[in-house]
């Protein structure tokens, strides 16, 4: 099974999480979706890469909503020996004193144009460990700082390590966010120089070595969303990583910061969309950071009747994404507007069997997915309850929202709560449907079924932002807030509509702009003008679709990060 994969060497994409399927739940929102995405491009352009991430046997967690919207987490066990096949290979790690054993699993991604990735999955529940440290790869984002710390050394330092042991060549370690930092230090004890040949004085760390092997991407826009390890824990749990002197010079004086240790060792480090990069930038001065812009997976993201509609007016667009420039030429209105009424009719349809809502096949749909959390702002859109009435009684919409909170986001599930009771507040007014447990097949569902995708976060914390991208392949026009992707995908009138200007956020200023954009401009166009709003559609194609695309994005990778 392995055999097949080393005998090339091979980019190393490590990532904390990963949504490989529907139905394997170790992801938990867009940065595991992005890794899936990623690796599922590699597969179809033939990449020679291999995904190592934590098989979080008991998940992140099942969502359900209890009466008055309050979230209720579930456990989400699944099996891997159902998916992946078990390796042979362990390796030690020294944790808390103690060894550790780490095996794991292979799974093989098949790409729908017959590429295959392997993907290890890390796994400690082995016998040879003591219970509590069988659970180290258990929960996604569970536990408390010291099961962090554990979980991000079995994926960095581990991970290294297994892919060695497997018999992997990998020519460059490429990190998806801060999570698997330490592999970096690995690295630089495997190529410390013997002592016999270091001067006084000298170093034993071979550092430009190391650099040239990493590539970083970073994700949050936040200081405060970075991992942070205190060096008491560090000196507890993980002593033998490099002695303390070089690891404060690299990771920071007061504490293991994870993004610090990972920007001195990487070579290429990128943020995941021009404005993040720039943002980046100011968040950490004196470091090289470029921009390369997120993008999402062309068949995956696209619904059947799109499929098939571009299969025939747009042979090749499978691979090469970008052909789907022509589409505004080449699709004809009626056959857009046929393979979006399949979408809607889905997604009605789906409502319908999960809530019991049945909603109004005439009017059009807002739809808003993705983590919920404070800076997202689920509850924009509900801030003037009578206004948003008003709009609605002239030009009837209703809205389809989904999202998981952390289960320890007390702000985040409050905000579900909220968006229940203004689900009540409006019944016969404005259907609001709440999909419980969002997942990939409830996004696609979702973003190839409503009439507008809706993305109100607070700037600059959206650092890219997909799902508005996963919407433009079925033809769907965004109308959001200029943050990450949309910054450069937005052409009022022709891709969508902004919501807010560029400057800093203001919950009032960007609600107003949200309303008086649905009032003025997007809602009249939709009951009045049925050519001009379908002429939008196949503008996001068009000049959305055939850029932010995840082939787009790893021949980046290649050419820019990986080929240097
Ligand atoms: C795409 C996706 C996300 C990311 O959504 P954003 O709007 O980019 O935050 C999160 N969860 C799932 C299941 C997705 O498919």
């Not at 794991?104 to 529940?125: A, E, S």
């Not at 998806?176 to 004890?189: D, I, P, T």
């Not at 997909?466 to 450069?488: R, Y």
Request: glycine share 8%; proline share 6%.
């Amino acid at each position: 099974m392995l055999d097949e994969f080393l005998h090339e060497p091979r980019i190393a994409y490590f990532s904390m999480e990963i949504a490989l399927q529907s139905d394997i739940p170790t992801y938990s929102g867009g940065l595991g979706v992005l890794a899936g995405d990623t690796m599922r491009s590699a597969a179809d352009l033939e990449l020679p890469m291999v995904a190592v991430t934590l098989v979080s046997r008991q998940g992140y967690f099942r969502q359900r909503i209890v009466d008055d919207g309050r979230q209720v987490e579930e456990p989400d066990p699944w099996q891997p020996e159902h998916f992946a096949t078990p390796l042979e290979a362990k390796i030690a790690l020294p944790i808390e004193g103690r060894t550790v054993w780490v095996g794991g699993w292979l799974y093989v991604l098949r790409g729908h144009m017959n590429g295959r990735q392997p993907v290890i999955l890390l796994d400690t529940d082995l016998e040879e460990n003591s219970a509590e440290d069988r659970a180290i790869t258990h929960h996604l984002y569970g536990g408390d700082l010291a099961y962090r710390l554990k979980q991000e050394m079995v994926l960095g330092m581990g991970g290294v390590r297994l892919l060695q042991a497997l018999g992997f060549s990998i020519r460059q370690y490429h990190m998806n966010e801060g999570h698997s930092a330490l592999l970096a230090l690995e690295l630089l004890r495997r190529y410390a120089y013997p002592p016999e040949e270091l001067r006084p004085g000298e170093s034993r760390y071979n550092l430009p070595r190391v650099r040239e092997l990493c590539a970083f991407t970073t994700h949050t826009p936040v200081e405060a969303g970075h991992d942070r390890f205190p060096y008491g824990l560090v000196h507890r749990i993980a002593d033998e990583l490099v002695d303390l002197a070089t690891l404060k010079q690299l990771a920071g004086e007061d504490a293991l910061n994870m993004t610090r240790l990972a920007l001195n060792l990487s070579e290429y480090v990128n943020g995941v969309a021009k404005r993040h990069a720039e943002v980046s930038r100011t968040l950490f001065p004196g470091y090289l950071v470029h921009a390369i812009t997120n993008g999402v997976h062309p068949f995956t993201w696209t619904s059947e009747p799109f499929r098939r509609l571009y299969d025939e007016r747009v042979p090749g667009w499978c691979h090469e994404p970008e052909l789907l420039i022509r589409a505004d030429c080449c699709l004809p209105d009626a056959q857009v507007w046929e393979a979006h009424e399949q979408g809607r009719k889905a997604l009605l349809e789906r409502v319908q069997a999960t809530t019991g809502l049945q909603l109004d096949p005439q009017r059009p749909i807002l739809g808003f997915a993705r983590r919920m959390t404070a800076y997202k702002r689920p509850d924009l859109l509900f801030s003037d309850i009578e206004r948003l009435r008003a709009l609605s009684a002239r030009h009837p919409i209703q809205i389809v929202m989904a999202g998981k909170a952390h289960p320890r986001d007390e702000a985040g599930k409050q905000l579900i709560e909220q968006i229940h009771r203004h689900q009540r507040e409006l019944a016969g007014e404005i259907p609001v449907a709440f999909l419980p447990n969002y997942d990939l097949a409830t996004a696609q569902c979702l973003v190839a079924g409503v009439d507008i995708w809706l993305n109100t976060p607070l700037r600059p914390l959206e650092a890219s932002g997909t799902s508005g991208m996963k919407a433009t392949f079925n033809g769907v026009p965004n109308l959001s807030v200029l943050d990450g992707w949309w910054i450069e995908g937005c052409i009022e009138d022709v891709t969508g509509w902004a919501v807010g200007d560029s400057g800093t956020s203001n919950n009032d200023d960007d609600a107003a702009s949200l309303y008086e954009k649905l009032e003025q401009k997007v809602l009249p166009l939709y009951y009045g003008n049925r050519d001009g709003w379908i002429r939008v559609m196949k503008g996001a194609i068009t000049k959305n679709a055939a850029y932010f695309n995840s082939h787009r994005m790893m021949r980046r990778y290649a050419t820019e990060a990986y080929i240097r």
